[in-house]
């Protein structure tokens, strides 16, 4: 009895084993970090963003700049180089703008909405296909009773860090 017991677990084990092996060989490599970059993607380069707006802080473009970088050095193994990298960002920030969103009765508006928008050039050195150029914007809506500059240094950060988010999935994650 004791025999047929073990036999029968040894059985289910190997047919675990059979079914479940497919199904972990179709996972590919999984990164903690959320990253699909390939191992031998070991740099990157990624060029100062330009201001090629009018508005907005004076330290915008600094400010995406460091905020970039800091990112992929935080959720990547890549090294930073100032040229020629197995991966190569650039760009310039094309728009700062604010546009009334919604109207109350009195054709005043009730909600401004600060977007910011950015033309990026990303490059793969080692696959071309996965290169493109594209533009990125994201914005945030505030009441029409607040002022630009008194909601800016709030909302400035969170545009900014979306935008950073959403270049990264594009670039490293493939999402």
Do not use: H
């Amino acid at each position: 009895m004791k025999n047929k017991s073990l036999n029968l677990l040894r059985g289910l084990q190997l047919i675990s084993i059979l079914i479940l092996s497919p199904l972990l060989q179709s996972c590919g490599v999984y990164s903690f970090t959320g990253t699909s970059l390939s191992p031998d993607l070991e740099t990157i380069t990624i060029e100062n963003f330009s201001m090629a707006t009018a508005g907005g802080p004076a330290n915008l473009s600094l400010n995406f700049n460091e905020e970039l970088k800091e990112y992929y050095q935080r959720n990547t193994s890549l090294k930073l180089l100032p040229a020629n990298a197995d991966l190569y960002l650039a760009g310039a920030i094309t728009r700062y703008e604010m546009t009334p969103v919604a109207t109350t009765s009195g054709d005043k508006a009730a909600m401004n909405r600060l977007t910011i928008a950015v033309e990026v050039t990303f490059q793969n050195m080692q696959d071309e296909n996965e290169s493109f150029e594209k533009e990125f914007s994201f914005y945030q809506d505030f009441s029409q009773e607040q002022s630009l500059s008194e909601v800016e240094p709030s909302l400035v950060p969170k545009i900014l860090e979306q935008l950073v988010l959403n270049i990264f999935n594009d670039t490293a994650a493939k999402w």
